[in-house]
């Protein structure tokens, strides 16, 4: 997969961008295992990807979603055993 950041908000800590295969939208947060940083990708349509762009505070809630792991039905790439924490 590669990963192309069209959006980053450095303040709130989140990416919106395109991954490049398969050319599906995602938001994007960092997250610690204590061993490692590493991204979250979570796919999200074409519709609420610009809907994102246009409206900051719809993005943000929906950050916060998978700061809480209420939306890991849309990761795109499945955790580890040692899954991290949103940082």
């Known amino acids: 997969m ?10 709130e800590r989140y990416w919106l961008g395109l ?3 398969s050319g599906r939208h995602y938001v ?8 490692v940083d590493y991204n979250e990708y979570y796919a999200i349509d074409r519709a609420t990807f610009d809907r994102f ?26 955790p580890g055993w040692n899954r991290g924490v949103a940082s």
Do not use: H
């Open 53 to 78: 762009l246009l409206d900051p505070a719809a993005a943000l809630d929906f950050v916060v979603r998978c700061r809480a792991r209420e939306a890991d039905d849309l990761l795109m790439i499945p």
């Open 19 to 21: 991954e490049e295969e």
């Open 2 to 11: 590669r990963f192309t950041n069209l959006l980053v908000n450095v303040a």
């Open 28 to 35: 994007a947060i960092p997250v610690t295992s204590g061993a």
